[in-house]
């Protein structure tokens, strides 16, 4: 039953935009495992059958959670219906797993030795359950659930409803609210939490730009919450904008928040199109940006199987680690935006590095006490002050 939705979902009904192809690595690979473990089952002791049993009933939940997030936010469609089946199949295999194991339990052996046994096992357990199965559970879910719906606009201004394609063939779909002081910004990612941000500009004259990145809402492909190789969106953003007469293809930039800040250094850094941009929240996207800030044992410890993981469920590879990106975006403008207490305060460490790694100009904040992407509400005047004069100074040139 597992099989089954795992072809579903990866090769018979891919996601809009997507086909077989894309998913090559992310269908084959469980399917092969899945497979493998059914042919060896029988031929195993009892307690490796009962251990194999529940950490596929484990994958089996975890793979009905797209079907069930998707079922709760407008209905059952396509491969949730084979979702549903593997979650059946996964409880089934929970239950078997666990009779098994007790079942099979030595009984025989001295008290000490067995309670000292189970206590080891029991620590295993949760060790497995911590670095190996969360970082896992977490990549599946990133890689197959996002916002299903497209917001009501509250954006304080007229606007148009646009769409363009991307590099790779993805159709994006998003508002556009025309300039009234000569310069664009982008506003990513989404077009739900943005549009605080979005309607500050607009007071200010801005054009603004939201858009639904891959995979969400009314676009097409495959949602990968991480932002690996989302980059593509912003340029085909900056590329629809450049094409439009009433935009000026020299004074668009763009704000990034928490992964959109993430997206918007990758894209910043390999493009000229954006003339000044606003990382909020930034901190790393995989293994390479743990390394790459010095947090060797973080950026294993889990880190390194939920990188692996999520390089398997996207057929892709991560990006270069963001530290190793900011010098390229100058002489483009670059603001780093981050929380005193963002993500439990480590984003303090990465956003400091950023900025000493980064060419002018360049600026930094630290927004006291801000939780995570949280500046225009914990200071709004501070943080319209701050935002808007830097827009002003690269894209309108005032000082």
């Avoid at 493009?271 to 790393?284: L, M, N, R």
């Amino acid at each position: 039953m597992i099989v089954v939705h795992v072809a579903d979902d990866n090769f018979l009904q891919p996601n809009p935009g997507t086909s077989a192809a894309d998913h090559v690595v992310s269908g084959l690979v469980p399917i092969a495992l899945l497979v493998a473990s059914a042919a060896l089952y029988g031929r195993l002791r009892p307690g490796a059958r009962g251990a194999i049993a529940l950490l596929l009933g484990f994958f089996g939940v975890l793979t009905g959670t797209e079907a069930a997030y998707y079922t709760l936010n407008g209905g059952p469609s396509g491969d949730d219906f084979t979702g549903i089946m593997a979650t059946l199949g996964g409880l089934v295999l929970l239950v078997v797993g666990a009779v098994t194991l007790w079942r099979s339990r030595r009984t025989a052996d001295r008290p000490l030795h067995r309670y000292l046994r189970r206590c080891a096992a029991s620590i295993g357990a949760l060790a497995i359950a911590a670095f190996v199965l969360f970082p896992i559970a977490l990549a599946y879910v990133v890689t197959h659930t996002a916002r299903a719906e497209v917001p009501d606009p509250h954006l304080g201004a007229a606007y148009e409803e646009v769409a363009f394609r991307t590099s790779d063939g993805l159709r994006l779909q998003g508002w556009f609210v025309p300039s009234r002081n000569g310069a664009t910004v982008i506003v990513f990612p989404g077009r739900s939490g943005p549009q605080k941000h979005a309607r500050m500009l607009v007071r200010h004259g801005y054009g603004v730009v939201l858009f639904d990145r891959r995979g969400e809402g009314a676009s097409e492909g495959d949602p990968n919450i991480f932002g690996w190789h989302g980059d593509r969106d912003l340029h085909a953003a900056a590329a629809f904008l450049r094409s439009r007469p009433d935009v000026d293809p020299e004074r668009i930039g763009a704000i990034g928040l928490s992964v959109g800040g993430e997206m918007l250094i990758h894209a910043a850094a390999h493009s000229g199109a954006f003339k000044a941009i606003v990382s909020e929240g930034a901190s790393g996207q995989s293994t390479r940006d743990g390394l790459a800030n010095g947090d060797t044992l973080e950026a294993f410890a889990g880190g390194g199987v939920n990188t692996l993981a999520t390089a398997v469920f996207t057929s892709d590879l991560p990006p270069p680690s963001l530290k190793s990106e900011v010098a390229k975006i100058a002489p483009n403008a670059v603001f780093f935006v981050y929380g005193q207490r963002g993500q439990g305060g480590t984003e303090t460490k990465p956003n400091r590095l950023f900025y000493a790694a980064a060419r002018e100009p360049k600026q930094v904040w630290e927004v006291a006490e801000g939780q995570h992407i949280a500046g225009i509400t914990t200071q709004p005047e501070e943080y319209e002050r701050r935002v808007i004069g830097f827009f002003d100074e690269a894209l309108l040139d005032i000082d």
